[in-house]
């Protein structure tokens, strides 16, 4: 694959490509390598796609965008004169961290102030003058403000004020309040406060659904409590609508059951998951039907290129409008090895996607390597791209195998040693697989398992290796290791892991070489008996 323009496209150039992520990438790259003018920056601007991304900060550090100059009823007013603003402004601006800043005295005249009105702002306002704030929030019902007055405590107020009980009442409005979920992630990941976690078990589980109620069976289980956690599994399992966080959950409830019932369900399960197929381990079921398209010829010969991320941008807009009968025919000019990716992208397109496609390209970087080996970097391509070789993320992840380019970087110029080496080369799937089959040679000599391997390509092997040598992670326990799974830190992380061992799991089956999951599984903390599931 040719680099385009050395990977940096000049501004002339730029501007007429279609607004997108790939072209976000472009402006950073441009305005990072080459430089550009205050009036190139501003009319980029205009054609950026993510406000938050860096392409846009790179051009807000060449041109700083206007300061609004709508300064709304309530401008001008701070703290030193919030006295003299209307009642609707005093109550506007007492946000828990701005009346924590003022005097007692001014927070006991604005609350006189805002009584009649406001009366619930006029008691939280009193409640910041009293010695235990938690405890007076928590008395008045104020969720929100017992939350926002939490994240501004030191660590040692915390530990004196937030670790102790409080009524069933009260809880059910935390959970109904802003920021219960980044709340309750936090403490219940890292295992913080027991008495506090012990009030989560107050909150009725009727009232709980999805990811919170997940988070809290996690916690009732850290806490022992397996009755109250499968009620709140049971609420998780039937208020989720993807059905592999439905069938995360219900696994929980059948850890905790034993119903051998709940297990022939998840066997039954439509998603390839960590769960179902756990479960198809253990009860006689049918297979999943896994579709593994297997062209013969090599390459393609079609007008698109492929590799350019800006293709990707146009198939990405034009299989929206296809519909069943027009994406099976657009597929078929992309059915080759190298164009695999495409071919998929658009069948599942045509199955409403319902399929389950495990493309398995060849590459002379995919010769004469261990199954392990092949099974991971075809499992982490599933999971980062779907194997399309131009796809950029938020972040400016690259290609096929998403390599960050600081990373891409490191590995091309000063391990591999490429001769004028540019990060755009990884849009090439047979550099993606080779930079992988190198990264993972690295991340291999730390992780004896493939899930840690997928959590240090994800988060980092700074990151896992901290992880997975706490005292109280991936050690042997009652339902180890699926809680250690659940409370890795990072969602992202978290969530990837699972999905890319799921993909091992079948790659390694369609390779001849399956595993028992239930006996893999216990190798996470069985260290010494890894070796015999590894070629």
């Known amino acids: 694959m040719a680099v385009l323009n050395g990977g940096v496209i000049e501004y002339n150039e730029l501007i007429k490509k279609p607004n997108s992520l790939s072209k976000d990438y472009y402006i950073y790259r441009l305005a990072k390598e080459r430089g550009l003018s205050k009036a190139q920056a501003i009319y980029l601007q205009t054609q950026i796609t993510k406000r938050s991304g860096g392409g846009a900060k790179a051009l807000n550090k060449i041109a700083p ?294 493309v398995m390209p060849h590459s002379p970087y995919l010769q004469n390597i261990s199954i392990h080996r092949k099974a991971m970097i075809y499992a982490i391509a599933r999971q980062e791209s779907l194997f399309i070789p131009g796809i950029i993320s938020t972040s400016y992840a690259l290609g096929t195998m998403q390599f960050m380019p600081f990373l891409a970087n490191a590995i091309g110029k000063k391990e591999l040693k490429i001769p004028n080496f540019d990060q755009d080369l990884l849009f090439d799937t047979d550099t993606a697989y080779r930079f992988a089959n190198h990264h993972l040679n690295y991340l291999d000599k730390f992780l004896f398992h493939p899930l840690f391997t997928a959590y240090a390509y994800n988060g980092g092997i700074g990151f896992t290796k901290k992880l997975i040598t706490k005292n109280n992670m991936f050690r042997q326990g009652k339902f180890e290791p699926f809680l250690s799974m659940e409370l890795v830190p990072v969602q992202e992380t978290r969530l990837y892991g699972k999905k890319v061992l799921s993909n091992y799991i079948v790659y390694r089956a369609l390779m001849g070489s399956s595993i028992k999951i239930s006996e893999f599984l216990q190798t996470l903390s069985q260290p010494h008996l890894s070796d015999k599931f590894r070629n």
């Open 65 to 358: 965008p206007p300061k609004s100059l709508d300064k709304g009823p309530c401008h001008g007013f701070g703290l030193s004169n919030i006295l003299n603003a209307s009642l609707s402004c005093q109550n506007t601006l007492t946000t828990v961290s701005f009346s924590l800043k003022l005097s007692p005295a001014t927070r006991t005249l604005l609350a006189q102030n805002l009584s009649k009105s406001y009366p619930k702002k006029a008691q939280i306002l009193l409640a910041l003058n009293t010695p235990n704030i938690l405890n007076s929030l928590a008395n008045i019902n104020a969720g929100d403000e017992f939350i926002a007055y939490y994240k501004l405590m030191s660590q040692g107020q915390k530990n004196l004020y937030f670790n102790k009980e409080f009524s069933a009442k009260f809880m059910d409005t935390l959970y109904n309040s802003k920021g219960f979920t980044s709340l309750i992630n936090s403490i219940v990941l890292n295992r913080n406060y027991t008495i506090f976690r012990q009030n989560l078990l107050k909150i009725n589980p009727q009232i709980t659904e999805k990811k919170e109620a997940f988070v809290l069976g996690v916690n009732a289980i850290t806490l022992g409590n397996e009755a109250i956690a499968k009620q709140f599994f049971t609420r998780a399992a039937q208020s989720f609508e993807k059905q592999e966080q439905k069938d995360n959950a219900l696994f929980w409830v059948y850890l905790i059951s034993k119903d051998k019932q709940i297990l022939s369900t998840l066997a039954q399960s439509t998603s390839v998951n960590l769960y179902s197929l756990y479960a198809k381990d253990l009860i006689p079921s049918e297979p999943f039907s896994i579709y593994v398209p297997r062209p013969k010829n090599m390459h393609y010969q079609g007008q698109e290129n492929i590799y350019d991320p800006f293709c990707y941008e146009k198939m990405k807009k034009l299989v929206k409008n296809l519909n069943a009968e027009q994406a099976m025919e657009y597929a078929k000019q992309f059915y080759s090895n190298e164009s695999i990716a495409y071919y998929v992208y658009f069948m599942q397109k045509a199955y409403g996607y319902k399929r389950h496609y495990f």
